[in-house]
C-alpha cells in the first residue's frame, strides 16, 4: 500500500481493498507582529517572527470502502495532543512536526440498526514547539544541586541589624 499521506499512525490511500481520501488540505502561516502608539501620530510596527503554522484536512470514511468509521472517529479522538511529521508523498511537508489539535465529525450515516456505515472527520493540527525551559527552572535546579532549595529561598528575610540600618 502506497499512502499519499501521513501523519504518525494514520495515513490516507486508495486501494483496491481500502479507500481513505485526503480531502480539503489548507494551511496557514501568519506574521507575529504589534503595532505600537507613537507620540508623532505614526504606529510603528514590530515584527516579532511569525505564528506557529497551522494545517487542517478533511477525509471520509465508508464501511463499503473497507473501513470501520466508529473505529477511526475514535483513533483521532485518541491521538489529540500527539505529535507526528507530516509527509506529502515521499516528503516532509511544513514544519518537523504538526500537533493534533481539534477533530471534528461531522455527516454520520447510520443503519436502521445504528450501525454507522460513514462519516466525515475535519481534522486540525498546529506547527509543534517545545518551548525553551525558564531562566527560573534552570536556576532553582542549580541552586537545588549546591544545597540550597527553593523553600530555604522564599522564606529568606532580612536580618534585624539589616532592617534597623534602612530605617531613615
Do not use: H
Not at 445504528?114 to 541552586?143: H, P, R, V
Request: overall charge positive; proline content about 6%; hydrophobic content about 30%.
Amino acid at each position: 500500500m502506497a499512502y499519499m499521506v501521513r501523519w504518525g499512525p494514520k495515513g490516507f490511500l486508495v486501494s483496491p481493498s481500502k479507500v481513505v481520501p485526503f480531502e480539503g488540505f489548507s494551511t496557514d502561516m501568519k506574521l507575529k507582529a504589534d503595532s505600537e502608539n507613537d507620540t508623532s501620530g505614526t504606529e510603528p510596527t514590530n515584527t516579532r517572527g511569525r505564528e506557529l503554522r497551522t494545517i487542517s484536512f478533511e477525509t471520509r470514511y465508508y464501511a463499503a470502502l473497507g473501513v470501520d468509521p466508529r473505529a477511526q472517529i475514535e483513533e483521532w479522538e485518541s491521538l489529540i495532543g500527539q505529535s507526528y511529521p507530516l509527509t506529502i508523498g515521499s516528503k516532509r511537508f511544513g514544519p518537523p512536526k504538526m500537533m493534533l489539535k481539534q477533530v471534528s465529525t461531522s455527516e454520520v450515516q447510520l443503519t436502521p440498526a445504528g450501525d454507522m456505515i460513514s462519516c466525515k472527520i475535519a481534522i486540525s493540527m498546529e506547527e509543534y514547539s517545545e518551548g525553551k525551559k525558564s531562566q527560573l527552572t534552570s536556576t532553582s535546579a542549580a541552586s537545588t544541586s549546591s544545597g540550597g532549595s527553593k523553600t530555604e529561598a522564599m522564606n529568606t528575610t532580612a536580618s534585624k541589624s539589616d532592617k534597623a540600618a534602612k530605617k531613615p
